[in-house]
């Protein structure tokens, strides 16, 4: 996995803090992921040693439900960094919600798009500079933590409407009843769908004095950020996330982007490359991804990648790797367990 200066996860103490309520010891937690003891003192991470560590904890409390249930409603408020901050003690649970999914973006991995339509607000979590997907700890941690700011925000008892994960969620009874409403499992993507006339509740946390001093901060550092990332990274990144819908074409990244189409096209062109490039990059990358997860089709992953029909994949990807998808495959998942049985024998002696 390519390592990006943004690659680096500062994992909050409060994490630790809420996992020792819980009777499980941080260094339980770093033997358990196979990572340095330093990390509970220093704890800045690698993508792949922060998957690691939601991994371990996962193993560690047996059900991934309850490790959900129990962290998300453990972890004090006192104990938030200052990006969480900045949504709990937002104006209402809209603006908490916006501030959350703008704010996402200086804590990768994980990354969030929400939509408002009709009686609906869907929050989609995503990942930002990785192939593989997060853990599925993670991925309930992070919606259920979107509802229980909702409720610590309102001070009510909010429900969801409905959500949706990829993969197994241990006990789904349990998370029904958290979340209160049905879940869906071995869905498309990970999404908290909320009930959108619950977005206008005021924050009885709101307190327009540490927002004042909370958000310039936030927004500097933001925009050094997205300074520092290329114009193609950003471009590659959108194009991802927007595959399952189609062919995104310049127009729609630019604006996206907040720039006209000229000036993408001309800034692409400055860093020698170009918008049919990137997507043509952007679609290998994704398909070696999906291709990587067993539980897809090879259907799946043609359409998840913006493919009408599956032959205009197959072709496309003979081009990029010169095999099929099916051999690719067999191969590669083959390769990754001889290497992976390899390495647990290498420990365990």
């Excluded at 103490?13 to 992921?33: K, M, N, S, T």
């Excluded at 993670?138 to 001070?155: W, Y």
């Excluded at 291709?291 to 359409?303: G, H, Q, T, W, Y």
Aim: include cysteine; hydrophobic fraction near 35%.
């Amino acid at each position: 996995m390519k390592t990006h200066t943004s690659d680096r996860i500062k994992i909050p103490p409060g994490f630790w803090e809420g996992l020792r309520q819980l009777g499980i010891a941080a260094h339980d937690v770093a033997r358990q992921a196979r990572l340095p003891l330093t990390i509970i003192t220093e704890p800045v991470v690698t993508t792949a040693q922060y998957f690691a560590i939601w991994q371990a904890y996962s193993d560690l409390i047996g059900d991934t439900a309850i490790g959900i249930i129990k962290l998300a409603t453990v972890f004090e408020a006192a104990k938030y960094p200052p990006t969480v901050l900045a949504t709990y003690h937002a104006r209402d649970y809209r603006d908490a919600l916006n501030r959350m999914v703008r704010y996402k973006k200086l804590c990768p991995p994980e990354s969030l798009r929400i939509t408002e339509e009709g009686e609906h607000c869907t929050i989609a979590l995503e990942w930002l500079y990785t192939e593989q997907p997060g853990p599925s700890m993670l991925v309930g941690i992070t919606l259920a933590f979107l509802l229980e700011l909702g409720r610590r925000g309102t001070g009510q008892p909010l429900t969801a409407q409905f959500v949706e994960f990829s993969h197994p969620m241990g006990d789904v009874q349990a998370l029904e009843a958290y979340f209160g409403c049905p879940i869906l499992v071995g869905a498309k993507c990970n999404r908290l769908t909320l009930h959108r006339r619950d977005l206008d509740r005021p924050f009885v946390s709101y307190n327009e004095e540490l927002l004042e001093i909370l958000t310039p901060a936030l927004d500097r550092s933001l925009n050094e950020q997205q300074r520092s990332r290329s114009m193609a990274e950003r471009v590659k990144w959108i194009m991802k996330r927007s595959l399952t819908g189609g062919c995104p074409d310049i127009r729609t990244v630019a604006k996206e982007l907040r720039m006209s189409d000229r000036t993408l096209q001309r800034r692409l062109t400055d860093e020698n490359t170009s918008f049919k490039h990137l997507l043509t990059q952007a679609r290998h990358e994704q398909a070696r991804a999906y291709l990587a997860d067993p539980s897809l089709d090879i259907k799946e992953v043609a359409f998840l990648i913006g493919y009408e029909d599956q032959n205009s994949f197959y072709r496309a990807f003979r081009l990029w790797e010169g095999d099929t998808p099916s051999n690719w495959r067999t191969e590669h998942l083959g390769a990754n367990s001889v290497s992976q049985e390899r390495l647990d024998r290498t420990t365990i002696h």
